[in-house]
């Protein structure tokens, strides 16, 4: 069976400081990576994807993800966290066709 | 271009009502998924449809769920004699088919959902 875990449902970093988000796996195949963005009373948005190919993943809006097949990893990173990115952010693994989904990490920007 | 639709956003009923979800996916999707968010977690998988086919409907909790997709486009979960742990958001996604020995990686795109609250 395929599962993501997500280490801490809340962190708090201060704008312009890094942003790291911790999501590590577990299958028994080559995996298939996401993270998703919710923003409050909105649905799910990709941030980006890991599919086999480049192991350093970029995304949208400054994010980028590393997979890491030796630690079982699937790290988020961003450089300079902005107000903007305060939101929920879930870690999955596709299993089959559907999506299995972490906690979610709920992230806060402080000024 | 419209994205995947939900209605109602929000839906109060009271325990033992029977309720009706709906889902309008992007034009053109032949995937369609329902998920189940608990308050504070991360959404649970319930049910998929291929065009108007159920898949796999290995998630819905009980036989009080219900979905279906009769004609492939609009999709309806719904829950009968509903109770407090029924309470929840209701996520629906649409994607691409996923197509045999192909990489599964068709992005899954979510709607706004429904936030069901049941008294």
């Given at each position: 069976a395929q599962s993501v875990t997500q280490l801490g449902s809340h962190v708090s970093v201060s704008e312009g400081a890094l942003v790291l988000l911790r999501c590590n796996y577990s299958s028994s195949v080559p995996p298939y990576l996401f993270w998703y963005v919710q923003y409050p009373n909105q649905g799910l948005q990709l941030l980006l994807k890991y599919?086999?190919?480049?192991?350093l993943v970029k995304g949208i809006n400054g994010f980028e993800a590393e997979f890491k097949k030796s630690e079982t990893s699937f790290h988020l990173t961003k450089p300079s966290a902005h107000m903007s990115d305060a939101a929920e952010y879930f870690c999955a693994v596709r299993g089959g066709g559907k999506l299995i989904f972490g906690q979610g990490t709920e992230l806060s920007v402080k000024p | 271009g419209a994205g995947v639709s939900q209605s109602p956003r929000y839906k109060v009923a009271k325990r033992g009502q029977d309720v009706a979800l709906r889902c309008d996916p992007i034009s053109g999707h032949v995937s369609l998924f329902w998920y189940q968010q608990a308050l504070g977690q991360g959404p649970e998988f319930l049910t998929y449809f291929q065009n108007e086919a159920q898949?796999?409907?290995?998630?819905?909790?009980?036989?009080r769920f219900f979905a279906e997709r009769p004609e492939g486009s609009v999709s309806t979960l719904k829950i009968q004699r509903t109770q407090q742990e029924d309470s929840a958001v209701y996520l629906c996604a649409s994607s691409l088919p996923l197509v045999?020995?192909?990489?599964?990686?068709e992005d899954q795109y979510f709607g706004p959902g429904t936030r069901l609250l049941v008294l």
């Open positions: 599919t086999s190919a480049a192991t | 898949l796999d409907k290995s998630g819905l909790p009980s036989d045999a020995g192909s990489n599964p990686t």
